[in-house]
């Protein structure tokens, strides 16, 4: 079955810096690829997804890009602010099944320091 | 609206004691899902139902059991609690279940088997 593994596990930033997360996948026949962000106290959100057929995706200050070939895919946050501190989950799912298919990674949580 | 709810927000069980995790939705979606979140585990998924009056399991159902009980409402009951099932528990809901879909989770229930 589908692996995801998800790194790092703790990212520290200051304030306005970049921070990037990175997801490997196993399954070559995966084709959606979600990122939900969980706050203290609080259930996941979808923030941002990318299927199989596109490379690059942003929403505003977020971004992800899929490397089918490698199989990775990542989150790009741009001039980070406190507010985006959080745990951030990558996802992946395999065609032809429900939502019973979407495997997560492990988490990261990134602080973003003022 | 409330989108998902999910009860009681905290709980503490001693090893062999039932009981069962409440969670309605009130945004008309056919499918549901309980989730756990363990520390540097990430999420997975303990069974779900792709629509009323079905359910199946996920990577990790042993030791509980669930109820669609109408298409609001999906409970989760472990019967004899184990310190094992100390854990935060997310229950989630998606429009039709199939690939690709946003899922909107509850809050949580954070459960302690002592």
């Known amino acids: 079955g589908e692996n995801v593994e998800q790194h790092p596990s703790t990212l520290s930033v200051q304030e306005g810096d970049s921070a990037v997360i990175k997801c490997t996948y196993s399954d070559s026949a995966s084709n959606y690829f979600p990122w939900y962000k969980q706050e203290l106290g609080k259930g996941p959100q979808l923030i941002i997804d990318i299927r199989s057929n596109v490379g690059e995706k942003k929403d505003q200050r977020i971004a992800v890009t899929l490397n089918k070939t490698a199989k990775h895919f990542s989150l790009h946050i741009t001039e980070t602010q406190p507010e985006d501190s959080a745990v951030y989950f990558c996802?992946?799912?395999?065609?032809?099944?429900?939502?019973?298919?979407?495997?997560f990674g492990k988490g990261t949580k990134l602080s973003v320091k003022p | 609206n409330a989108g998902v709810t999910q009860t009681p927000k905290f709980q503490v069980l001693k090893t062999g004691q039932s009981m069962t995790l409440q969670c309605a939705q009130d945004m008309n979606h056919n499918s549901m899902y309980w989730y756990r979140q363990d520390p540097g585990m990430g999420l997975r998924l303990i069974y779900y139902?792709?629509?009323?009056?079905?359910?199946d399991k996920g990577e990790v159902p042993n030791g509980y059991n669930v109820s669609r009980l109408n298409k609001r409402e999906f409970s989760l009951r472990l019967e004899s609690a184990a310190p094992s099932q100390t854990s935060v528990y997310f229950c989630a809901s998606s429009s039709t279940g199939g690939e690709g879909e946003k899922l909107f989770f509850g809050s949580g229930t954070q459960l302690s088997v002592l």
């Open positions: 996802a992946a799912s395999s065609p032809g099944g429900s939502q019973g298919n979407l495997i």
């Open positions: 139902s792709a629509s009323e009056g079905t359910t």
